[in-house]
C-alpha cells in the first residue's frame, strides 16, 4: 500500500499498473528509462490533470497577432499571447522561432514555464469552422452549427447551454446525450426526442420526468420502465386518460416544475437502482462504462479497452490516467485532452490530431517525437521547440531525462503552477471543489477575474418572472435576471427564448453556471465505495458510485433485471 503526497490516502500499485509502467518507459539509444510508480493517489493525479482544463470560462479579448475582438478561454489579463483560430493556424507564424536550448542548470518545468508563456496559444480549442456555422461562444467543441455556451460537444445543431452532447439537435441546459432532438434538462439520455427533465433514458420520446426509462412514449413521472407508453407515476392509462390526466399537473409552470422535480426524486429513492450505469460491460469498475472491457476505476467512456483511472475517454484503448476526450487514443499515460489518433502520448495537455511519441508537451497538433513543446504543430524531433536531427534528438532526450531524475521532475505530470488558469476557473473545481485559501495551500494557482457584464436596461429578480412562457414580453431580452440561487445576473438570449415558446417551458431561474452545477450533482461521484446488493436474500458484492448513506436501494445487475424487465 502507498501513501499519497497530497491527501495521505492509501491507495494500491498493482501488478497490471507494472506491466503498463514498464510497456511505455522510453527507450533512447538502446536504453529504457523506467517510468516511475506515482507518488500521488488515482483521486489526486485526475485533480492535478484537471486543473489544467478550462471548459466553461469564455471571455471577450483581441487576438494578439490580428487584433480583432474574439472569444477565448484566456481573458486579457493573462500575461499568454493569444491567437484567434484563424491566425493561429496561418502561415504567419511558426512556433518554431521560440525554440531555445536546454539549460541544465535550471529544472525543466522553469524553462518549461518559460516557453508556455511566451508561444501563442489558441484562443478556444474548436474546429476552424466556428465563424462560418456561427458557434464561436464554445469551447472544447467541434463541427457545430448555431450553437451556444456549449462545451466538450461535437456534431450539434441549434443547441444551447450544455456540455459533453454529441450529434444532437435543439437540446438545451442538457449533459452527456447523444443523438437526440429537443431535449431540455436531460442528463445521460441518447437517441431521445422531445423530452424534458429526465436522466438515464434511451430512445425515448414525448415525455416529461422520467429517470432509467428505454423505449419509451408518452410517460410522465415514471422509473424503471421498459417499452411503456402512456404511464404517469408507472401505472399504465389510455391515451385520453394520460392526457387528461396530464393537465392536472400544470407542467407549463415553473412552481410546479419545482414540486415534480421533488416528487420524480422521491420515486427514484424509493426504486431500485442498478450498482452502476452501463451496458456491455466485462471485467470493468467505475460509473457510465458503456461497450468496454478491462477498464478499472474509469468514468465517462465508451467503446475502451485496457483502460485504467481514466475518465471521459471514448475509442481508446491502452491507456492509463488519461482525462478528456481521448478519442482514438492508445498507449497514453498522465495526460489531459488528449486524442484524434494519438498514440505514445505522456505528461501532455492539448495534444490534439495524429500526436504521437510526445513527451510533456502543450497544445500539440499533428506533431511525434518532440519533448517539453508547446503551440508545436507539424514538427518532428524538437525539444524546448527547437527542431533536431533525429539521433541528436534522441541524444538530447535522454540526457534530459536523466536530469528530470536527480530533480525529482520525471514520472510527474506538470506542477499546478504551469497551468494557465486559476483552479476556480477549471473542472478541477468541479470534482474537487476547494476554496481559494485551500486551492493556493494545495499548490494551486486561483484566479478572481470576473468579466464586465454588459448593459442592461433593467434587472428584474428571477422570483419576479412570469409563471408561465405565455405571459414573457419580447423586452426580456434586453433585461438582466438575477438568479435565485448565487444572485448572479443572467441574460436570455433570442434562441433561447424562442426554444421556451416553442416547447412552452418557463424561463430558468437559475444562471447557467448554477444550471450547470445542478445537472452535475444529478449524476453520481466519481468514486467508488465496497457494497452488498440490496435485494433481500442476494449477497452479491460490488463496487457502485452510491455511497452507503444515500437512501437508494442499490441492486446486482442480476437483481436489477428481474425487477425491471
Same mark, same amino acid.
Given at each position: 500500500m502507498q501513501i499519497c503526497l497530497k491527501c495521505s490516502s492509501g491507495f494500491e500499485i498493482t501488478d497490471q499498473d507494472r506491466v503498463f509502467y514498464e510497456k511505455i518507459s522510453p527507450v533512447f539509444n538502446g536504453k529504457k528509462y523506467q517510468m516511475p510508480e506515482p507518488k500521488l493517489c488515482p483521486a489526486c493525479r485526475q485533480q492535478r490533470r484537471l486543473a489544467f482544463r478550462n471548459e466553461r470560462k469564455l471571455y471577450?479579448?483581441?487576438?494578439?497577432?490580428?487584433? /480583432?475582438?474574439?472569444?477565448?478561454?484566456?481573458?486579457?489579463?493573462?500575461?499568454? =499571447? &493569444?491567437?484567434?483560430t484563424e491566425c493561429w493556424w496561418s502561415d504567419k507564424w511558426d512556433a518554431i522561432e521560440y525554440g531555445r536550448d536546454f539549460d541544465f542548470s535550471k529544472t525543466f518545468s522553469d524553462q518549461f514555464l518559460e516557453l508556455k508563456t511566451s508561444v501563442p496559444m489558441l484562443a478556444a480549442e474548436t474546429s476552424p469552422d466556428i465563424y462560418e456555422y456561427?458557434? *464561436?461562444? &464554445?469551447?472544447? #467543441?467541434?463541427? !457545430?452549427? !448555431?450553437?451556444?455556451? *456549449?462545451?466538450?460537444?461535437?456534431? !450539434?445543431?441549434?443547441?444551447?447551454?450544455s456540455n459533453v452532447l454529441k450529434h444532437d439537435r435543439n437540446c438545451v441546459d442538457s449533459a452527456y446525450t447523444q443523438g437526440s432532438e429537443l431535449c431540455y434538462e436531460c442528463v445521460d439520455c441518447d437517441n431521445c426526442y422531445n423530452l424534458a427533465f429526465s436522466q438515464d433514458c434511451s430512445n425515448c420520446n414525448d415525455s416529461k420526468f422520467i429517470k432509467d426509462c428505454i423505449g419509451c412514449a408518452s410517460c410522465f413521472l415514471c422509473?424503471? $420502465?421498459?417499452?411503456? /407508453?402512456?404511464?404517469?407515476?408507472?401505472?399504465?392509462?389510455?391515451?385520453?386518460?394520460?392526457?387528461?390526466?396530464?393537465? /392536472?399537473y400544470k407542467v407549463h409552470e415553473y412552481a410546479s416544475i419545482k414540486n415534480l422535480l421533488e416528487n420524480l426524486r422521491s420515486l427514484v429513492q424509493k426504486s431500485p437502482q442498478k450498482y452502476i450505469h452501463g451496458h456491455n460491460m466485462e471485467s470493468c469498475s467505475g460509473d457510465y462504462i458503456y461497450n468496454a472491457k478491462d477498464?478499472?476505476?474509469?468514468?465517462?467512456?465508451?467503446?475502451?479497452?485496457?483502460?485504467?483511472?481514466?475518465?471521459?475517454?471514448?475509442?481508446?484503448?491502452?491507456?492509463?490516467?488519461?482525462?478528456?476526450?481521448?478519442?482514438?487514443?492508445? $498507449?497514453?499515460?498522465?495526460?489531459?485532452?488528449?486524442?484524434?489518433?494519438?498514440?505514445? &502520448?505522456?505528461?501532455? !495537455?492539448? #495534444?490534439?490530431?495524429?500526436?504521437?511519441?510526445? $513527451?510533456?508537451c502543450n497544445c500539440a497538433r499533428q506533431a511525434q517525437y518532440n519533448f517539453g513543446c508547446s503551440s508545436l504543430r507539424r514538427k518532428d524531433y524538437s525539444v524546448l521547440n527547437k527542431q533536431y536531427a533525429k539521433e541528436d534528438y534522441?541524444?538530447?532526450?535522454?540526457?534530459?531525462?536523466?536530469?528530470?531524475? %536527480?530533480?525529482?521532475?520525471?514520472?510527474?505530470?506538470?506542477? =499546478?503552477? $504551469?497551468?494557465?488558469?486559476?483552479?476556480?476557473?477549471?473542472?478541477?473545481?468541479?470534482?474537487? =471543489?476547494?476554496? %481559494?485559501?485551500?486551492?493556493?495551500?494545495?499548490?494551486? %494557482?486561483?484566479d478572481d477575474y470576473e468579466a464586465p457584464f454588459p448593459a442592461v436596461e433593467k434587472t428584474i429578480p428571477a422570483e419576479k418572472l412570469p409563471e408561465m412562457i405565455d405571459k414573457v414580453p419580447d423586452q426580456i431580452l434586453d433585461w438582466a435576471v438575477t438568479c435565485e440561487i448565487t444572485q448572479k445576473p443572467f441574460r436570455i438570449t433570442k434562441p433561447e427564448l424562442m426554444f421556451y415558446r416553442k416547447s412552452n417551458i418557463p424561463l430558468p431561474h437559475r444562471h447557467p453556471d448554477q444550471r450547470h452545477r445542478d445537472r452535475l450533482a444529478l449524476r453520481n461521484p466519481r468514486k467508488l465505495w465496497h457494497r452488498v446488493c440490496d435485494k433481500e436474500g442476494c449477497q452479491a458484492e460490488f463496487e457502485s458510485s452510491y455511497s452507503p448513506e444515500r437512501p437508494e436501494k442499490i441492486y446486482c445487475e442480476e437483481c436489477y433485471k428481474k425487477e425491471v424487465y
Open positions: 471577450k479579448r483581441q487576438c494578439n497577432l490580428c487584433q /480583432k475582438n474574439i472569444i477565448s478561454m484566456y481573458h486579457d489579463q493573462i500575461k499568454v =499571447p &493569444v491567437y484567434c456561427n458557434s *464561436i461562444y &464554445v469551447n472544447y #467543441a467541434g463541427f !457545430n452549427k !448555431n450553437c451556444y455556451l *456549449i462545451f466538450d460537444s461535437d456534431y !450539434n445543431e441549434d443547441c444551447l447551454y422509473t424503471n $420502465l421498459r417499452n411503456k /407508453k402512456y404511464h404517469i407515476q408507472n401505472k399504465p392509462y389510455s391515451k385520453d386518460e394520460y392526457e387528461a390526466e396530464l393537465e /392536472k477498464c478499472h476505476y474509469c468514468f465517462n467512456v465508451a467503446e475502451t479497452q485496457d483502460l485504467r483511472y481514466s475518465d471521459s475517454v471514448f475509442e481508446a484503448k491502452d491507456c492509463m490516467d488519461v482525462s478528456s476526450f481521448g478519442i482514438m487514443t492508445e $498507449l497514453s499515460y498522465e495526460s489531459d485532452s488528449i486524442g484524434h489518433d494519438c498514440f505514445g &502520448v505522456s505528461f501532455c !495537455n492539448l #495534444a490534439v490530431m495524429n500526436a504521437s511519441n510526445l $513527451l510533456y534522441t541524444i538530447l532526450a535522454a540526457k534530459i531525462i536523466e536530469h528530470m531524475q %536527480k530533480t525529482n521532475e520525471w514520472g510527474e505530470f506538470f506542477n =499546478p503552477k $504551469l497551468s494557465t488558469f486559476g483552479y476556480d476557473e477549471t473542472v478541477a473545481q468541479e470534482y474537487f =471543489p476547494l476554496n %481559494k485559501e485551500d486551492a493556493l495551500g494545495k499548490g494551486f %494557482k486561483w
